[in-house]
């Protein structure tokens, strides 16, 4: 069994700073690409940021120079920093990762997180 646990959402006043963590533990073969995606009621679900096994990463324009991604692959954690947060970065906040799992044929498959809340509002 592959699990994907995010922590670290909360409520935040505008301006404030957000550090959001992501580990993936069970039989897992291969850590592929890990990124977040976000949901906020009646939109759909975004890419907020990605980064490769080698560290390349990409962000939505939105949060573009605000959110830093990284990831320590010994520990098979993502994580998303988030400064300078406005209201509109309110939303569920969802850890992905493309991984290859132990068992038969060792396809890629894709994964997702339960979802960890972040609410900006003074």
């Given amino acids: 069994q ?6 670290g959402g909360g409520l935040v006043q505008p301006g404030g700073s957000l550090r959001l963590s992501c ?23 975004e890419l907020v940021a990605r980064i490769t096994s080698d560290g390349s990463t990409n962000y939505a324009d939105s949060v573009k120079g605000r959110s830093i991604i990284s990831r320590d692959n010994a520990k098979k954690t993502v ?3 988030m400064n300078s947060l406005k209201p509109e ?12 799992p132990y068992g038969l044929g060792l396809s890629v498959g894709d994964y997702w997180g339960q979802g960890t809340q972040v609410t900006v509002s003074s």
Avoid: H
């Fill in 2 to 7: 592959v699990q994907l646990v995010e922590s």
């Fill in 23 to 45: 580990a993936a533990s069970g039989n897992i073969f291969r850590l592929n690409a890990m990124g977040w995606y976000r949901q906020a009621p009646g939109k759909q679900r």
């Fill in 79 to 81: 994580y998303l920093q």
């Fill in 89 to 100: 970065d309110t939303a569920v906040y969802y850890c992905n990762a493309q991984l290859i």
